[in-house]
């Protein structure tokens, strides 16, 4: 045993919160969760109104500039959002390279990096061209924010600079669903479809993926709407995991891609979005409904998880999970009832008058929607997808908010507690025992 290093130990206090149980990184103006009351509100306003009444872009605006659109503002929102829908036709290519049977989440994840690498503002070999066509007199007064990423980009706060972030996130909301759908498409060795126009931000994403060449198709719109619903439920959850990756990433002052990227990533755990496909797989291995209690037994000796139970700030109900079970009423009608929906509610039951799990206060959270995906005929390994694509709402809200934030960006940079061997003298190999 050598020594401890000295300066792990006069730092004064240094707390060691294991999975963030207890540290706040951010003061944070978009979502309020209360978990022991079961509340959740966006920007103020309950989700079971904005379920109700509002849509996913218009939810989106909400989130990302902090009040309701006005009227015109929600239309050119949305007239924008889809104008940005297109993607460069390389982008074919660059989802061909993938493996017949990649995991959809895997080709999300890179193609928003991929993105980035389009825009100048995030690519620095492309900004060489800007500084070449500025010298050449091209480009108007704006150019020095262009040239630069992150904080400079983005603190200067001149029109200019909030231009181009906000164009950012145009097309990082967008071509989502694009990126999305030709995952979908690809894995089915199907051509890519160009976003559609005069549809719903929703519609056109079902089109992209569900569309077989039939002359005046249009989706089905209470599946339309469904999503739409579901795509609001899930587009934020203030600092969940990938949330916090994206502002950790972002912290770096790295463009809105890498970081979204980056979220993306997080997101694709079975402890995260990932739950949601876990939820199905976990279904489809009870089978019957008479097979619960077993199940629930295991579950009890830690051999399995009871996924889609269990939140880190709800310790009641996860108030999404009462719209979702709504939904699945409307979306059923139109599908058929699921096979499985039997054994989840069989499973609900059982679990909720079960006091190992009453005490720990597990109950379900919003990933049964899972079932709501089956029914309208998604692959299972595509149900995280269905959480990424409006997540990306949620973490460019909370991007632009730490970028603009009063005194700048700091890099988040936690402190570990060392405890590993003090100082040792290097021994050479042939000396070693
Ligand atoms: N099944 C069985 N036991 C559970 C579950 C579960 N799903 N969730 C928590 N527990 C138990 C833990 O074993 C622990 O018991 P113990 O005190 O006897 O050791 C107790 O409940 C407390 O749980 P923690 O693991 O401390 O809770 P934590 O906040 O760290 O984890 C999490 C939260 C990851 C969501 C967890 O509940 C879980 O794994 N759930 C299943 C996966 C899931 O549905 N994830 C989706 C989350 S929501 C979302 O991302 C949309």
Sequence with gaps: QGERPENETDKGLRIADKGYLNTAVMRSEITYIDGEAGILRYRGYPIEQLAL???????????????????????????????????????????????YDAHPMAMLTSAFAYLGSYYAEANPSLQGMYILSS???????????????GQTLYTKGSPESLAIMDKQILRLIGKATTLAAMAYRVRQGRDFVTPPTGLSYTGSFLYQMDHLGQENYVPNPVLERALDVLFLLHADHELNASSTTVLQTGSSLVDPYSAIAAGCASLYGPLHGGANEAVIRMLISIGKPENVPAFLEAVKRRE??????????????DPRSFIVRKTADEVFKVTGRDELLETAMALHDAAMKDEYFT???????????????????????????????????????????MMLQDGG???WRPRQIYVGEGKRE????????
């Design 53 to 99: 009444h509002s849509n996913h872009l218009e939810t989106a605006y909400l989130l990302l500039y902090g009040s309701l659109p006005t009227k015109d503002q929600a239309t050119l929102f949305e007239e924008e959002v889809l104008h940005h829908g297109v993607v460069h036709s390389d982008a074919e290519q660059f989802f061909r390279s993938f493996r």
């Design 135 to 149: 010298l050449l007199g091209w480009l108007t007064p704006g150019t020095d924010d262009i040239l630069c990423t």
């Design 304 to 317: 399995k998880v009871l996924s889609g139970f269990g939140h880190r700030v709800y310790k009641t109900s």
């Design 359 to 401: 005490s720990r206060k597990l109950a379900p959270n919003v990933d049964f929607c899972g079932l709501i995906y089956r029914a309208m005929g998604f692959p299972l390994d595509f149900f995280p997808v269905l959480f990424a694509v409006p997540r990306v709402v949620g973490w460019l809200a909370h991007w632009r908010q």
């Design 409 to 411: 960006v700091k890099i």
């Design 426 to 433: 290097y021994v050479p190999v042939d000396q070693r025992v």
